[in-house]
């Protein structure tokens, strides 16, 4: 992956990134499932790790980090890989397969269970950290598919 590949991963990661946190302020503006809070399990699970206290805003931006940065990278580097036609439909795909890595490593590493069963009302975190990844996976897929799109030079 050449400079200009990374900077499209990069900045498609950031579009996905910026939508995922935007769902998340709603989910708190609105009070949506309030004992589904994985930041602040992230942020309590960090401190038993370091043994000492974590900043709220750590987990918040190591969240932003990875979305944009690593998972950024990820994306761009299996874009080619991924079924369907389209940003939005390689998104999806890749939203799933991180929806589900997501809910047998991450949730249970932060005492919620598997697909975060045990921080809620029945299957509403899972399907709510479903909504999540799949905006942010599609949104990301829609920005890197139109950031590789061949400019068409007109007479």
Not at 69 to 77: A, H, P, Q, S
Not at 114 to 137: I, K, R
Request: charged share 10%.
């Amino acid at each position: 992956m050449d400079a200009n590949g990374i900077w499209k991963s990069l900045a498609a990661g950031l579009c996905g990134s910026a939508a995922h946190s935007g769902l998340m302020f709603l989910k708190s503006r609105m009070g949506l499932l309030p004992s589904f809070h994985p930041y602040e399990d992230l942020q309590q699970r960090l401190s038993e790790l370091i043994g000492g206290s974590v900043h709220p805003v750590i987990p918040w931006a190591l969240s932003f980090l990875n979305g944009a940065v690593v998972l950024g990278i990820l994306f761009g580097r299996t874009y080619r890989l991924l079924p369907g036609h389209s940003g939005a439909a390689k998104g999806f795909v890749f939203g799933v397969f991180g929806w589900i890595l997501m809910g047998v490593l991450f949730f249970p590493m932060l005492g919620q269970g598997l697909f975060a069963v045990q921080a809620g009302p029945g299957m509403l975190p899972a399907l709510f950290s479903l909504l999540m990844l799949l905006t942010y996976s599609m949104i990301m897929g829609i920005a890197y598919s139109a950031l590789n799109q061949k400019s068409v030079a007109g007479p």
